[in-house]
């Protein structure tokens, strides 16, 4: 009979073919070895100091954020391009929509300059026929409310 050698497939294969018996206790053998060496990899520890510290050196994060980010990388790049790109043509863009906002609010409330600011007022409320009106005199503009 030839001697039992553990070790690589070739021998594996050769014993099995000369013990079958043999071959499948070896394969039920090492299931149960790998499954009890499973188990006690997995078995739940209790933290010695909850959130004190990372596990196995590792950095504890609280939210998926770059620890640090380097200038010379995709992200970094890709935002400068994307920067350069998209502001000029946005600082156009809001510049002729505040131009049209402003525009609007001037023709709606027309601001106008008077010498006598006592007599447009009461000018104003009778044109509108109010009476009872608040003013709100500030130092160059006055602003009435009903």
Known sequence: ??????GCSCCLARQSALYPSLSVSMMLGRIAAASRLAASRTMVRPPAMPFAGAARGA??????????IRMDSLFVKCMIAAVIYFVPQDAVF???LFWY?????TCISPKKKHSDAEAAL??????????????SRGRNTWTVTV
């Open 1 to 6: 009979q030839a001697p039992l050698a553990l």
């Open 59 to 68: 950095a504890h994060v609280s939210a998926p954020k770059p620890l640090s």
């Open 94 to 96: 809001m510049t002729g």
């Open 101 to 105: 906002w402003h525009n609007t609010a």
């Open 122 to 135: 009461e000018d104003f409320k009778a044109k509108k026929g109010f009476e009872d009106v608040k003013v």
